[in-house]
């Protein structure tokens, strides 16, 4: 069964760094998404993406963050200048959109020390 | 800004026992999602409704989304231990989809 991959499983990073988390979203998908859970807190929704363009993003996605889709089959989510509170697992999930199911991968905690 | 109140937030019963598990929101949402997450994983999910008074049904798991389109309920007849888990109901508005904290159920052998 086709799923949705992430890398790294665990990034721990020092404060000010940029990370960039990567994400193989399932191969007929169009629609992308990022979301966060800092320990203990909801899953928090961060960006959507489709047709290589942003659909909708939180007030969370500030400049701080980007997304792109480099190629046929990656996509990332950049943070740039990482603060404390960037600590979260992130999770990345697809969605085909005429089920309106998304997939979600298995996260990648970001540790910012 | 929209919101999602899950209740209650924990929840901790007898095998065998029935319980409902209620979302409940101001907004109204173009379809509601229920999840289910275990702990260091994703959210996976379990049922998408999208007509207001729809209801359906996963084996023991009936999910039912109000006539409004801002509240739904998780009813599970029969709880067994394998139920135990994180129950996050979700509610999508375009492309954006906004959870609730979640129900943490515990169901005792």
């Known amino acids: 069964e086709p799923e949705v991959t992430q890398t790294p499983s665990h990034q721990v990073t020092q404060m000010g760094q940029e990370v960039i988390l990567r994400c193989v979203p399932i191969?007929?998908?169009?629609?992308f998404y990022w979301y966060r859970q800092i320990l203990g807190q909801k899953v928090e929704f961060l960006v959507s993406?489709?047709?290589?363009?942003?659909?909708?993003k939180s007030e969370i996605f500030d400049d701080q963050f980007s997304v792109e889709r480099p190629d046929g089959s990656n996509f990332t989510l950049k943070i740039r200048s990482t603060k404390l509170e960037d600590s979260a697992m992130y999770f990345c999930a697809s969605e085909r959109r005429d089920t309106y199911e998304q997939y979600f991968g298995p996260g990648t905690r970001l540790t910012v020390t | 800004t929209q919101l999602l109140e899950q209740s209650p937030q924990f929840l901790s019963i007898q095998e065998g026992e029935n319980l409902t598990v209620y979302c409940n929101s101001s907004s109204v949402f173009s379809s509601l999602q229920w999840y289910r997450q275990e702990p260091g994983e994703g959210p996976v999910l379990l049922v998408t409704v999208v007509t207001g008074g729809e209801v359906k049904k996963l084996k023991r798991l009936t999910f039912q989304f109000g006539d409004a389109r801002k509240d739904s309920s998780l009813h599970i007849t029969a709880a067994q231990p394998g139920d135990t888990g994180l129950y996050l109901c979700a509610g999508v508005l375009y492309d954006k989809i906004i959870f609730g904290k979640g129900t943490r159920l515990h169901i005792l052998p």
């Open positions: 191969s007929n998908h169009l629609y």
């Open positions: 993406f489709y047709n290589n363009e942003i659909s909708e």
